[in-house]
Nanobody, 128 residues
Framework: EVQLQASGGGLVQPVGSLSLSCTTSGFTFDDYAIAWFRQAPGKEREWVSCISTTDSRTWYSDALKGRFTGSRDNAKSTVYLQMNNLKPEDTAVYFC?????????????????????WGKGTQVTVSS
């Protein structure tokens, strides 16, 4: 059974930091890029970042670049998202998702339709 579980969310004050984890199982982790998306109340789901399978190259939404940093630990089948200098507008449910890199043509890692598997989200609330 494929599972992706995001964790690490919570309540943090503005300019604070949080580190999210996405723990996965049930598929060959090395074959998948892992993306983060978020969805704020009343808004559409928004792409946050994507980290590649083999060389850990990471791409970020232009709006978030510089504050968020992604990493992955293939040995633990886990991806991390370090979020710094958080702002109230970062408040959202954060989801991780997996995209099979073996597909030809490749699917985009920054689009919902590019994902093969989704996990349940973790709530991040930035408020004073």
């Amino acid at each position: 059974e494929v599972q992706l579980q995001a964790s690490g969310g919570g309540l943090v004050q503005p300019v604070g930091s949080l580190s999210l984890s996405c723990t996965t199982s049930g598929f060959t982790f090395d074959d998948y890029a892992i993306a983060w998306f978020r969805q704020a109340p009343g808004k559409e789901r928004e792409w946050v970042s994507c980290i590649s399978t083999t060389d850990s190259r990471t791409w970020y939404s232009d709006a978030l670049k510089g504050r968020f940093t992604g990493s992955r630990d293939n040995a633990k089948s886990t991806v991390y998202l370090q979020m710094n200098n958080l702002k109230p507008e970062d408040t959202a449910v954060y989801f991780c998702a997996a995209s099979d890199n073996r597909r030809q043509p490749p699917r985009p890692c920054d689009k919902d339709y590019g994902m093969d598997y989704w996990g349940k989200g973790t709530q991040v609330t930035v408020s004073s």
